[in-house]
């Protein structure tokens, strides 16, 4: 079903400069890898083996993922996942 | 007066003992917030000096400052006290680190984030966490900032939510990403903003949540986080193991953000003779120093070096050849 993914700055050289990209899946998992289906690259850079990249966090909607069902977390239509990158600047 | 200070909450920020850790983009807008506001008390700790680019976002700075050479944190003294001469303003000239922070901490109400880097960030949440302090994290980049309100025992802490920071290469700079002088403004607005709530004792009026902001985009986000404290086995404070703190993990060399800089912090017993290496690098380049720093050019690179032996190297981001650089010119 058809997500919308909120694209942090640092990650918009792989969307073509784009802040919202639409994907699909059932599951968060498989929105990220549909989106790395779309955009070559980006997933490489929020997963590892797998898993979510320590300094980074996904949200689904306005909760984080890692206290509903991590990357197994379900998504359905209208949801806003959203890629939360760290941010060191200052 | 605003009703949510009122007169009570002026009393408050009166006696209130802030440590700001950093005062360059962020650190600036806080310190002029917090001195503006009345708060008694502010420790404004930075490490560096003052070059012309940190105009472009450093509020509390000017030409003459540059011109003048002068740390951080002693410009910014020096105008805090003509904005509001009834409160006490301590700058401090060092890196702050697993040695020192207990004590620039020790009679802080509240610790606040102006830094430009995790391992700093990561030795404020730990100090914080171990002796029940609040603080409260901000970061920018370009468009985009974040907030985030640490009250230890209550919210989750920086460990809970960042649980890394990101490796060399994985992430933007300053530099390769530059950051916009209003994405500072609004962050650290934010940051000031819940400070006020904390040093006045209005912890129900606090925003628990990350903020996520990107002024470009026009967006503005609360991220709900508080459910991580009970879902993360956080080291920091579900484990009380305070590795930055004990000094297992952070290093004392650091690449600056947006500088093309490293800094080289190594602790002499006793503190640098300008004069004796004036006349050692003399013959190498150019040498100049005042009683803050001593500044020399050579090979390309130049370096900026301080009374307790740390030196920023200017021109690489390496920083093994920063260590060499060092060895061969300073020595230790």
């Known amino acids: 079903m058809p997500v919308k993914v909120m694209i942090p700055t640092p990650l918009r050289q792989y969307t073509g400069g784009k802040d919202s990209v639409e994907s699909s899946g059932a599951t968060v998992s498989e929105v990220l890898q549909n989106l790395g289906k779309q955009y070559a690259g980006i997933t490489e850079r929020m997963l590892d083996a797998g898993k979510i990249r320590r300094f980074v966090n996904v949200y689904v909607n306005d909760e984080d993922i890692r206290y509903l069902n991590n990357l197994d977390t379900p998504v359905k239509d209208g949801d806003e996942v959203s890629i939360i990158p760290a941010v060191a600047g200052g | ?332």
């Open chain 2, 1 to 332: 007066m605003f009703p949510g200070i009122g007169v009570e909450g002026q009393r408050r920020l009166m006696q209130s003992h802030v440590t700001l850790c950093g005062c360059g983009a962020l650190g600036t807008v806080l310190a002029s917030s917090l001195a503006r506001a009345g708060v008694g008390h502010l420790r404004v700790i930075d490490r560096d000096f003052l070059e012309m680019h940190n105009l472009q976002r450093q509020v509390l700075f000017d030409e003459n400052d540059v011109n003048e050479a002068l740390p951080k944190a002693e410009a910014a003294a020096r105008k805090l006290e003509a904005v509001n001469s009834s409160i006490h303003v301590e700058p401090v000239v060092t890196d702050i680190d697993h040695t020192n922070i207990l004590d620039l901490t020790r009679d802080a109400d509240l610790i606040l984030d102006g830094t430009d880097n995790f391992e700093t960030r990561y030795l404020i949440n730990d100090v914080a966490v171990k002796t029940g302090k609040p603080w409260v994290y901000g970061g920018c980049i370009g468009s985009h900032g974040q907030v985030m309100t640490i009250i230890p025992g209550e919210t989750p802490c920086l460990r809970c939510v960042i649980e890394s920071s990101p490796p060399p290469g994985m992430a933007p700079t300053c530099e390769t990403a530059g950051i916009l002088g209003p994405t500072v403004n609004i962050i650290a607005s934010l940051q000031a903003a819940e400070a006020l709530k904390i040093l006045t004792g209005q912890f129900d009026a606090i925003n628990r949540n990350l903020i996520m902001i990107d002024i470009w985009d026009g967006t503005f986000k609360n991220l709900k986080i508080s459910g991580l404290r009970d879902k993360v086995d956080c080291p920091t404070c579900k484990r009380r193991d305070f590795e930055w703190l004990d000094g297992k993990l952070g290093s004392h060399t650091t690449s600056l953000c947006g500088r093309n800089s490293v800094q080289i912090a190594h602790r002499t017993a006793g503190r640098l003779s300008f004069e004796s290496l004036e006349r050692q690098l003399a013959s190498l380049g150019a040498v100049t120093y005042n009683r803050f720093m001593l500044k020399f050019a050579v090979e390309g690179y130049e370096f900026t070096v301080f009374p307790d032996g740390r030196a920023i190297i200017k021109g690489t981001n390496d920083i093994n050849k920063a260590k060499t650089l060092y060895a061969q010119y300073i020595g230790h």
